[in-house]
């Protein structure tokens, strides 16, 4: 089995407003997948449906090759959840959060104990364990959702938004714990999110959701690659003539100077500096600086959509 | 196997929540205190009771019992709104566990919260001057969970129809207080109208209420077998409708 989920045209209506619309997805195993959109894009209605939350209203999907529907129990005991909102009790401590979850899960008597100290050693909450959840930080709260989601080995790990709301510091550290784990353990990490950064930085896959369906599949690399629309930003002396020269190269899209530096548009551009840099003094320019940009995933979202990924979709 | 471990698990979160609200289970004791000793004391002095030794107060003490049994179990029942809330129910909903093993679990959790403030109350029988032995100790405390079964049924009830504490008054005022008040716990049901006679006898905490009084002070109006066989099939249907309800309406619940 190449995908541990896997959905056929899988569709959830509320009324007769369609949330997911007929969306094909496939997920790697092993991968860390990202679910990237704008609010309201059906990203959660998406994953509740993967988690056996929501029922579709068509379609079908399988997670660790059980039916959503008709094998939710087993699908239950593959996956491990981190809601969007928090789902922590505040008069229990964060260790007796594992303990329960060990429980619901059934994980064996004998190996409770075991776990339940990786987990913590994992997520790092060190002796912050036995104190009360109302006593622990917005990030802490989170590391313990993800560490109770890990408990009983889930072969899926669904992540709904996991950085929302946390500050840059405690974000980049939560990205940490994910690689880790998805490098460590035999474990899928799914996610939503609508942070392009993240999409870009953590996963391998991306599915780009708008208005209910998917609209690319791919890794950021490649989706970013589609755009054939690198920057290579130049310094040097005579600008305005080396604009002419190098607009004869055929690789070069687009050259002009802007700024007293010189901007090329090309395609791959990390292969083409040599190239720039030789015929730069095969002609006699001395080139003070080079600078690649590759687009980022927003400019991909904006090619396909037509609209920013922080506005609403529409 | 695996049920059992859940319905322990989801039994004992609800016992912990339950005793590390101490505030909560002070003023569950306080209030019926009040109604016992002022209530109880200030009417009875004010009419001539029946044939009980000790008038008034000592005959609506198993009244004052079923009472906090049944506020504590309503409420317990109805606190599954906060958890909703908090979204900690969704990770209960999550787990592969059946939704009747859930729905028993609140419910046992339920049962324990109203049995330790029974417990309490039955310790406290000196205030009001009734003789407690082991034997009355025990058969109540077996009322008392009968009783607190049946009502946490209803409290699940109610909480799978509401998702917000705002019906809760609603539900204090349509529900919990005509209950008590039908209960026979301030008042003996024989030679009410007939209107009144009947809303008594649809009333289920009538039996409870009864059934204690019986044992506690050895007066009943109804034979103790059939108060608590009224009991247990309210508590069947009531868990039974409350399980089914979360099964059914499991999706929007979370």
């Known amino acids: 089995m190449e995908y541990i989920i896997e959905s056929w045209d899988i569709s959830k209506k509320f009324g007769d407003f369609t949330a997911v619309n007929s969306v094909n997805l496939k997920v790697p195993r092993n991968s860390v997948y990202g679910v990237l959109g704008p609010n309201g894009a059906g990203k959660t209605t998406l994953i509740s449906m993967?988690?056996?939350?929501l029922k579709p209203t068509s379609g079908r999907a399988e997670v660790n090759g059980y039916d959503i529907v008709k094998n939710a129990k087993e699908v239950r005991a593959s996956i491990g959840i981190v809601f969007q909102s928090r789902a922590l009790d505040d008069i229990l401590t964060g260790r007796e959060h594992l303990e329960m979850h060990a429980a619901l899960y059934g994980v064996p008597m004998d190996l409770r104990n075991e776990r339940i100290e990786e987990v913590l050693d994992l997520i790092a909450l060190g002796d912050k364990a036995d104190e009360f959840i109302k006593t622990y930080s917005g990030g802490m709260k989170r590391r313990l959702e993800i560490g109770r989601g890990l408990i009983h080995r889930p072969k899926v790990l669904?992540?709904?938004?996991?950085?929302?709301?946390?500050?840059?510091?405690?974000?980049?550290?939560i990205w940490q714990y994910i690689r880790k784990l998805n490098?460590?353990?035999d474990i899928t990490v799914l996610l939503t999110t609508h942070y392009m950064d993240e999409a870009d930085k953590l996963c391998d896959e991306v599915a780009i959701i708008n208005q209910g369906q998917i609209i690319r599949a791919d890794s950021p690399q490649n989706l970013k690659r589609e755009l054939k629309a690198d920057t290579l930003t130049l310094t040097l002396d005579g600008g305005e003539t080396f604009v002419e020269e190098i607009k004869k190269k055929e690789y070069v899209k687009e050259a002009y100077s802007l700024d007293g530096e010189i901007k090329l548009m090309v395609e791959r551009g990390e292969n083409l500096i040599p190239d720039v840099v030789n015929f730069a003094t095969s002609q006699g320019y001395v080139i003070n600086s080079i600078e690649l940009e590759h687009p980022n995933l927003e400019d991909v979202f904006i090619k396909y959509t037509g609209c920013k990924i922080s506005e609403e979709g529409k | 196997m695996a049920e059992l471990e859940g319905i322990y698990t989801i039994w004992l979160r609800e016992t912990k929540r339950y005793i590390r609200y101490r505030s909560r289970i002070i003023t569950s004791v306080v209030s019926p205190m009040l109604?016992?000793?002022?209530?109880?004391?200030?009417?009875?002095?004010?009419?001539r009771f029946g044939d009980i030794e000790g008038g008034y107060q000592i005959f609506?003490?198993?009244?004052?019992?079923?009472q906090t049994i049944l506020f504590t179990s309503i409420f317990s029942g109805v606190s599954v709104i906060i958890d909703r809330q908090y979204g900690f129910l969704k990770e209960i909903l999550v787990a592969p566990l059946s939704r009747p093993s859930i729905v028993l679990g609140k419910s046992l959790g339920i049962s324990t919260h109203a049995l330790i403030q029974g417990v309490i109350l039955l310790i406290l029988s000196f205030v009001v001057g009734v003789s407690m032995t082991p034997m009355i100790f025990l058969a109540s405390v077996f009322i008392i969970v009968l009783i607190s079964s049946g009502l946490a049924g209803v409290g699940l009830t109610i909480a799978s129809f509401t998702d917000s504490m705002e019906g809760f008054n609603l539900i204090m005022s349509f529900i919990v207080l005509p209950m008590f008040l039908l209960s026979g716990a301030l008042f003996p049901i024989t030679g009410l109208p007939t209107w009144l006679q009947a809303a008594v006898y649809v009333n289920p905490l009538t039996y409870g209420?009864?059934?204690?009084?019986?044992?506690?002070?050895?007066?009943?109006?109804?034979?103790?077998?059939?108060?608590?066989?009224?009991?247990?099939i309210f508590a069947i249907i009531t868990i039974s409708v409350s399980a089914i309800l979360f099964s059914k309406k499991e999706q929007s619940l979370m």
């Open chain 1, 50 to 53: 993967l988690c056996t939350i």
């Open chain 1, 158 to 173: 669904f992540l709904d938004e996991p950085t929302l709301g946390l500050d840059p510091q405690t974000r980049e550290n």
């Open chain 1, 183 to 185: 490098q460590t353990e």
């Open chain 2, 35 to 47: 109604w016992l000793i002022i209530f109880g004391t200030g009417l009875g002095a004010a009419i």
């Open chain 2, 60 to 66: 609506i003490y198993p009244g004052i019992i079923g």
């Open chain 2, 209 to 232: 209420v009864d059934a204690l009084r019986y044992i506690i002070l050895g007066e009943a109006v109804l034979p103790l077998g059939i108060n608590i066989l009224v009991l247990i």
